[in-house]
């Protein structure tokens, strides 16, 4: 989009031939590039969790890293001292100079070898050295997803499982925080995430994803998608992946829940038409996402509440308005919409 350009009134006759865009269809428009560019919100933020959040504190210098192809991030860590990467939540502690390079991965490739008494508790990273030793970074805290509130210490291990090869081991950590695992660096550098023993009854902090499905509604109807995630940005990756097919949008809803491995189940009101009205949370599960599905063909609002299944507990509820949907505008958008998705800059922007 270039050479956009405003005025502070358009004529009536402008209004007329279509030439003129709102503020109101210009920010449908910007949701509509969105999700045809496929973009993704990476940054990284810390669980708004009342129960811990007295032990989640920021760390060191906060960095933001270079963008390379293929979703690797690059950092110049500038010398010796404590570095906080804002897309991703890791830590990184130099001893100096040093160039770090890193990636998201999916757990999907490596959940096989987490076996009980051990669970995957946080995203996995392949993180290296650029152009020093591995030695040049003393240690590395990998976020996790657990709610460490009221546990005893001493009956939940934490560690870090490191991918060396053929043979992936888990590691000791040197402590852990409410939001975070210190992990020593060894003499190589490679895959690591973090994991947890005897955390089967431990709270995950999670996320209820909403999604408004753009292709599957008609002119009056809603097509909702609600997944059930831990704030794992790796979980959080093979669930989009299976969103690749079709076109949908984040609904801008509070996300924040606390989730067992356990059944949940879905209740709506209006009550709508409900798909998969049960479905199991699972963190080691990653490469198939069981979502919930809501059909509604009246406006909103909607109110929607996440149980614990068969009980009255409530996991999370939020309630979805007129102007939360961008469905309850216009599916498809205008025929200037059209074009300035096309690239044509040929239009002014209507200022209040």
């Not at 009536?12 to 210009?26: A, K, M, N, Q, W």
């Not at 805290?141 to 009956?155: I, V």
């Not at 995630?229 to 829940?257: E, L, P, W, Y």
């Amino acid at each position: 989009m270039s050479n956009l350009s405003s005025s502070s009134s358009s004529s009536s006759e402008e209004e007329e031939d279509g030439d003129s865009v709102s503020r109101e269809e210009l920010r449908d428009m910007m949701k509509l590039m969105k999700i045809e560019c496929g973009e993704e919100d990476e940054v990284y933020s810390r669980p708004c969790c009342e129960k811990c959040k007295h032990v989640q504190q920021s760390h060191g210098k906060k960095i933001i890293p270079e963008r390379l192809s293929r979703g690797r991030l690059q950092a110049q860590l500038e010398g010796e001292g404590t570095y906080e990467c804002e897309l991703t939540g890791l830590i990184f502690e130099a001893s100096e100079r040093v160039l770090v390079a890193y990636s998201l991965l999916s757990w999907s490739k490596f959940n096989t070898v987490v076996q009980n008494p051990w669970m995957i508790a946080g995203p996995i990273f392949n993180v290296h050295v650029v152009d020093r030793d591995a030695s040049a970074l003393k240690s590395v805290q990998l976020p996790h997803s657990l709610c460490l509130a009221g546990q005893e210490k001493e009956k939940l291990v934490l560690g870090v499982l490191h991918v060396t090869g053929q043979d992936p081991v888990i590691e000791d950590v040197l402590q852990s925080s409410g939001s975070h695992v210190k992990w020593t660096v060894s003499s190589r550098l490679s895959p690591v995430g973090a994991v947890a023993r005897d955390a089967q009854r431990v709270a995950h902090h999670g996320a209820a994803m909403l999604y408004e499905d753009l292709d599957s509604g008609g002119l009056d109807a809603h097509v909702l998608r609600l997944y059930l995630a831990s704030c794992n940005s790796s979980h959080v990756k093979d669930m989009k992946s299976q969103m690749k097919k079709g076109r949908f949008r984040a609904v801008d809803i509070n996300t924040f829940c606390l989730l067992l491995e356990q059944n949940y189940s879905l209740m709506s009101e209006p009550s709508g038409e409900l798909h998969s009205q049960h479905l199991p949370f699972t963190v080691q599960s990653l490469m198939f996402c069981g979502f919930f599905e809501a059909y509604y063909e009246q406006p909103p609002p909607f109110t929607l509440n996440l149980k614990v299944h068969r009980s009255d507990v409530t996991a999370w509820t939020a309630t979805i308005h007129q102007g939360d949907l961008l469905g309850s505008t216009d599916k498809e958008p205008s025929a200037l919409a059209q074009q300035l998705l096309l690239g044509s800059s040929n239009f002014t922007l209507q200022m209040p």
